[in-house]
């Protein structure tokens, strides 16, 4: 599908690659399931969903439904994750906890890793640039 879009661009265009690729990818950012990936949990019920996690925080998303999370957590509202063995629990700063469990006990650490590095990547963007960067800017 990206391909024949690129290509769709390009020839309507008369675009280059490069800019057919960015015109891609600006329109591509728009969409609400950009850069939300997305795991097979279940809660107590054994209810099938989706745990998607994207730049702006974690979000459970009920039946075949990816794009209105039920309940949406941001980073900021988030205190901690952990689990044991194939069950999730998370934390929120108003103390109120959130369980799931995964479906498969191998996705634990890939889900635990991209949380904490999407999460380190969202407090990275919220620290203030240094001052050699400030004066690099100006």
């Known amino acids: 599908m990206c391909d024949k879009f690129l290509h769709r661009i390009f020839t309507l265009t008369s675009k280059f690659r490069e800019d057919a690729e960015m015109e891609y990818l600006r329109v591509a950012q728009d969409l609400e399931m950009y850069g939300i990936l997305y795991y097979p949990i279940c809660n107590k019920k054994d209810t099938d969903l989706h745990l998607g996690i994207s730049a702006q925080g974690l979000g459970i998303y009920k039946g075949s439904n990816r794009i209105t999370p039920r309940p949406f957590f941001s980073w900021s509202e988030i205190k901690n994750i952990t689990f044991k063995n194939k069950k999730f629990h998370m934390k929120t700063v108003d103390k109120s906890g959130v369980s799931f469990r995964a ?16 999460h380190n990547l969202y407090l990275r963007r919220r620290q203030p640039d240094t001052l050699e960067v400030f004066c690099f800017i100006a």
């Open 103 to 118: 479906k498969e006990r191998t996705m634990n650490p890939s889900i635990l890793d991209l949380c904490i590095g999407t």
